[in-house]
């Protein structure tokens, strides 16, 4: 293998100081010190403008001495008045031996270093790495480090005037460190929003598409409803949802059966997207009978021809299960995808088959449709699970049902007795086993007994369990997410820190919610409690005065927190 020819010293990765006035480093082509004169001069305008100065090796691994002056040491030579004198301080950088692979969505902009900075020396520090090709694009260049299972994006890399390297400004040093260029884009991040909602303030200028909701299919073909846009206007193109649940799945199907029907809501959805001013339309229809997967098909195909000829799109959601059989169903797969421009796929409410239902449908959908067509829905509220089946619910009401807290003593409460707080729905005990993170479904959950003794589970997604959902994206190179609720409703999951780093990065951000967060907190307005509240209850010893007195339980899914409130009345016995 021929070796590296030896390359010109770049301006060195610097520790940057606190703004204090303007700052610099040596100039390219300054010549190292060989006349005393001009050696302490340099050293001197080193010592004011710097506070530590780090080196990176570029392309051969090894030591190298460079120059570091603590604060304390700056601030005695000033006072005393006297020549700043810098200690060396060796850091190392060499090839990383072994690198990691590179995931498709990034390209190789500069060799792989591993960085080890001496003990004692902290941020923040100025990183300037040589890219293995120059170039002049500085266009989703980024900064990486390897975690040992993932790429972790650690912010955007500006390039140099020169383009000859590129740095970033850490507040801390990571193990190793890379260039890295995005290639790939995901380039649809569609919304919905629920009628008379806002769209996330943090998501409205970020939507490649709003869908806001409000539209339902008339029995006779008309359309229903209103689209309340927001306010003030957006920019972004706006397709509004029409919508049909499980209840009005008949009355869909009796539509498509008509042809009269069919055509007259074909006009009514044209007419009202004209009228409206609108960019497009959102089809959300999944429970459309298989008997009628030609009608269906002929509405969409259509529906999208009409719109098309006035430069208006169509999104058409489609249901995938665990099962399989996608393409034999109501959806004709081909048909769909040549018609609409986009397909969003509806996994499942049950996470327990979200992985199953992904792998059972996403080769058939991948062989029939574009995968740029290829929209996943987001999941953004709470599913809960009971006898009679799945259901939806927010996030904070979610954690409502977990933060309620009762005594488990009857009353009446006598001063300086001795109760028991208790979560009603995490106590470690029978059917509860507390807030927790599901390791293989990747979502928070928790389970409880209802009134009748059946088990209730309730999975809370939010920006942790969305991250995993966007490695369906990544892996198999969809083009874009539909968020199922992007309203700006609190109690609502926040997917959005999920979300950009994702779109910014091309990789998923696979962290885990902080064990320690889904420990329960009891407390109380007066008295004593003792005993583990990890375990979903504790003692309280009440207070000697009587009166009433609040007891709280605040519990988190690691990303939000909620609490819930009781007031207990403490008397003396005999006391009304």
């Keep these: 293998m021929p070796e590296t020819p030896p390359a010109p010293v770049p301006e060195p990765p610097r520790r940057v100081r606190p703004p204090e006035g303007p700052g610099g480093g040596m100039p390219p082509g300054v010549p190292q010190p060989g006349s005393r004169g001009l050696g302490i001069l340099m050293l001197l305008i080193i010592a004011a403008l710097l506070v530590a100065v780090v080196i990176v090796l570029f392309f051969e691994p090894g030591l190298i001495d460079t120059s570091f002056n603590t604060d304390n040491e700056r601030l005695e030579n000033n006072e005393a008045e006297t020549d700043a004198v810098l200690s060396t301080v060796s850091f190392e950088a060499q090839l990383m031996q072994q690198a990691p692979p590179i995931p498709d969505v990034l390209g190789v902009a500069s060799p792989i270093y591993e960085l080890r900075v001496p003990q004692g020396h902290v941020g923040p520090f100025e990183f300037t790495l040589r890219l293995t090709t120059p170039t002049q694009d500085a266009r989703n260049l980024g900064a990486y480090t390897w975690n040992g299972e993932d790429w972790i994006r650690l912010g955007d890399a500006a390039l140099s005037s020169d383009g000859l390297s590129a740095g970033i400004v850490l507040s801390e040093a990571p193990d190793n460190l890379a260039i890295l260029r995005r290639l790939q884009f995901r380039d649809v991040i569609a919304g919905r929003v629920p009628r008379g909602e806002e769209p996330q303030s943090i998501l409205a200028g970020s939507l490649t598409i709003l869908h806001p909701d409000g539209w339902q299919p008339g029995a006779d073909g008309s359309l229903l409803g209103l689209v309340d846009l927001p306010a003030p206007a957006i920019a972004q193109n706006v397709w509004p949802t029409v919508y049909a649940d499980q209840d009005q799945a008949e009355l869909v199907n009796d539509i498509l059966a008509s042809d009269d029907l069919r055509r007259q809501h074909i006009a009514n959805i044209q007419h009202a997207i004209q009228s409206g001013q609108h960019n497009g339309v959102d089809i959300h229809y999944l429970n459309v009978s298989p008997a009628l997967r ?193 309203s700006a409703n609190p109690a609502n999951a926040n997917l959005w820190p999920a979300i950009a780093a994702f779109f910014e990065s091309g990789i998923p951000d696979l962290r885990l919610p902080n064990a320690i967060l889904f420990d329960p907190i009891f407390s109380v307005e007066a008295g004593d409690l003792s005993g583990s509240s990890g375990s979903g209850w504790q003692f309280w010893d009440l207070p000697a005065e009587s009166g009433d007195y609040r007891a709280q339980l605040v519990v988190s899914d690691g990303d939000v927190r909620v609490g819930h409130v009781i007031t207990v009345p403490v008397r003396p016995e005999g006391s009304e």
């Design 294 to 486: 030609s009608q269906f098909t002929s509405f969409i195909s259509e529906l999208a021809d009409r719109l098309h000829r006035d430069d208006r799109g169509v999104s058409v959601h489609i249901p995938i299960n665990a099962s399989g059989g996608i393409g034999e169903g109501a959806y004709d797969l081909s048909q769909l995808g040549a018609s609409a421009d986009f397909i969003v796929i509806e996994p499942p409410l049950d996470p327990t088959v979200f992985q199953a239902s992904i792998q059972a449908s996403l080769p058939t959908l991948l062989q029939r449709i574009e995968s740029n067509k290829l929209l996943l829905s987001l999941p953004s509220n709470a599913v809960v699970r009971t006898s009679t089946g799945f259901s939806e619910i927010s996030q904070r009401d979610a954690l409502g049902i977990a933060s309620m807290l009762s005594i488990r003593e009857p009353g009446p409460y006598l001063p300086g007795s001795r109760v028991t707080l208790q979560g009603n729905s995490i106590m470690l005990d029978n059917l509860s086993g507390g807030i927790r993170w599901d390791n293989v479904n990747r979502v928070v959950t928790f389970t409880y007994p209802d009134q009748t003794g059946a088990a209730v589970t309730i999975w809370i997604h939010n920006r942790f369990s969305a991250a995993f959902h966007l490695t369906v994206v990544s892996d198999w190179e969809l083009g874009g997410i539909y968020i199922g609720n992007a």
